[in-house]
């Protein structure tokens, strides 16, 4: 069994839309069995002029591709925001740690 995994390099450029702050990351995405990938991310929001808004953020996910396009992905995201910083309104702290478990079809 090999692995090929891609290491993809994330750049502000890469981040128009988040006003413009500097993020940076690394991807490493890889098939370690057919129809098996592994999937990891870390990276970093630079957030100018606002001390305790930066924060860095990981990904653990793996993917599994069937027939006819369909793929299911569950990813572990997690946070080093600030707790004061990011918890909205309503009390909720939106930097924290969650699963996502995903069915997709490509067409």
Request: overall charge neutral.
């Amino acid at each position: 069994m090999t692995a090929d995994f891609t290491l993809r390099r994330a750049t502000a450029e890469d981040a128009e839309a988040l006003a413009r702050g500097a993020v940076e990351g690394v991807s490493l995405y890889g098939e370690f069995a057919p129809g098996w990938t592994l999937n990891m991310h870390m990276g970093h929001q630079y957030v100018a002029n606002t001390p305790g808004f930066s924060y860095a953020d990981w990904k653990l996910g793996m993917t599994r591709a069937f027939s006819h396009g369909y793929s299911v992905a569950l990813g572990y995201y997690d946070t080093n925001a600030k707790r004061i910083a990011y918890t909205n309104a309503y009390g909720h702290f939106v930097g924290r740690a969650t699963g996502v478990l995903t069915l997709s079809k490509a067409f």
